[in-house]
């Protein structure tokens, strides 16, 4: 189905409401992933270790052997980067805003510029700054090594409800707008990112054909086929916890599809990702377009 549904869903993007209504058949992805061999990130460790739950892998912590663990370059979890009471504000904040409908059972909060990703086509559009009421998030990334100097020039508020199957299907970011960093505030609720190797069949999806002009200024090198056969047949299960900040760069942002299973969300869960330049809208040759809407991505309005 290519036409918009009532629930915001269209082409093969399902939630349950439509799944329902239009007698859609959809795979279960879990069910695809559980036959893979399952790693899960351990905070503690900074290493992926054997196991599909990733609450048992992190309660398992003091057993885990270094050399047993798989490494993954990329990959930040930040546990309480929110105090509680800040969360609860923010949520209260965010749902004090209109929401809008999305696809996959979730619904958003946009704001940034208007973006087309297949004509690779920017525009400030109505674009006005962000919500003063979320300036201290951004304000916190500089405390963080890994963001220093990270400009938000996207930021969307995304809820997701279990009643509606909410869930992202495995993707990579677009690499020709959005940069490298691609971070994630967890305002309410916790969930899991799941990975999966990407095997490139065409060199345009997702863009990823412009990473070769920035991937010298990469935080992490990419990981050549050598290494990345280590994840072969592999799905990596990444925890999100409650208040936590998460950050996705090099080899897991690049190399890497990411999704949110319907299954991983048991409870309502709130988050708000950031996205920042690629280095050609910030010092390269489409500069002269970045510039209007880094000048909006200074202000903030009540």
């Not at 405390?143 to 938000?152: I, N, S, W």
């Amino acid at each position: 189905m290519n036409t918009i549904r009532p629930c915001g869903c269209k082409g093969v993007r399902t939630c349950l409401s439509c799944e329902q209504d239009f007698q859609i058949a959809k795979p279960s992805l879990q069910e695809q992933f559980q036959q893979l061999e399952a790693w899960s990130y351990c905070v503690h460790c900074e290493l992926l270790q054997p196991g599909w739950d990733t609450t048992k892998v992190e309660s398992a912590h003091e057993d885990h052997k270094k050399d047993d663990g798989l490494p993954l370059p990329g990959i930040l979890v930040q546990e309480g980067f929110l105090s509680t009471e800040e969360g609860s504000q923010l949520l209260s904040d965010l749902d004090a805003l209109a929401w809008d409908i999305s696809q996959s059972g979730r619904r958003k909060q946009n704001f940034g510029p208007k973006t087309n990703f297949k004509k690779r086509k920017l525009q400030v559009g109505s674009f006005v700054g962000f919500p003063r009421s979320t300036e201290y998030v951004q304000q916190r990334f500089e405390e963080v090594p890994l963001l220093r100097g990270f400009q938000t020039i996207e930021q969307c508020s995304l809820e997701y409800e279990p009643s509606k199957g909410a869930s992202i299907d495995p993707h990579v970011d677009d690499c020709w707008i959005w940069g490298e960093r691609v971070v994630t505030v967890n305002c309410l609720g916790d969930a899991v990112l799941t990975l999966t190797p990407y095997e490139v069949q065409q060199a345009s999806k997702y863009n990823l054909d412009l990473v070769a002009q920035y991937e010298q200024e990469l935080l992490a090198p990419l990981l050549k086929d050598e290494h990345m056969a280590k994840y072969a047949g592999k799905v990596l299960r990444i925890p999100m916890p409650n208040l936590s900040l998460i950050v996705l760069y090099g080899p897991a942002r690049y190399q890497f599809e990411h999704s949110v299973l319907r299954e991983d969300v048991q409870e309502r869960r709130v988050c708000i990702a950031y996205r920042e330049f690629t280095p050609m809208y910030i010092n390269g040759e489409d500069q002269y377009k970045g510039d209007p809407v880094r000048e909006k991505s200074k202000l903030f309005w009540k």
